[in-house]
């Protein structure tokens, strides 16, 4: 059974960091891309980043600059690295796996909170 477990949100002043992390197991099927979305209260999930496999990139424009995807292919990790916060950042941040063969899967969400 695909499990996808993310870490890292919480609360941040405006300016600060933070790091969310989202480790996929429970398949053999191989991964192609891995991304993050996060949902604010009251609107629609949006996408943040994406990477494919090749390690290519991209990122919703309102975080440019500021967030930075990677992915560890031999933990089935992706990460998103948030710098230069804003309050208008807060929102529940999922990440979404898709597999080769399988499907795309989300996970469980983590709350990020940006105020001072």
């Known amino acids: 059974q695909v499990q996808l477990v993310e870490s890292g949100g919480g609360l941040v002043q405006p300016g600060g960091s933070l790091r969310l992390s989202c480790a996929a197991s429970g398949t053999m099927f191989s991964i192609s891309a891995m991304g993050w979305y996060r949902q604010a209260p009251g609107k629609q999930r949006e996408l943040v980043a994406v990477i494919s496999s090749a390690t290519s990139t991209n990122y919703a424009d309102f975080v440019k600059g500021r967030f930075t995807i990677s992915r560890d292919n031999s933990k089935n990790t992706v990460y998103l690295q948030m710098n230069s916060l804003k309050p208008e950042d807060t929102a529940v941040y999922y990440c979404?796996?898709?597999?080769?063969?399988?499907?795309?899967?989300w996970g469980q969400g983590t709350m990020v909170t940006v105020s001072s």
């Open positions: 979404n796996v898709r597999f080769r063969g399988l499907g795309e899967y």
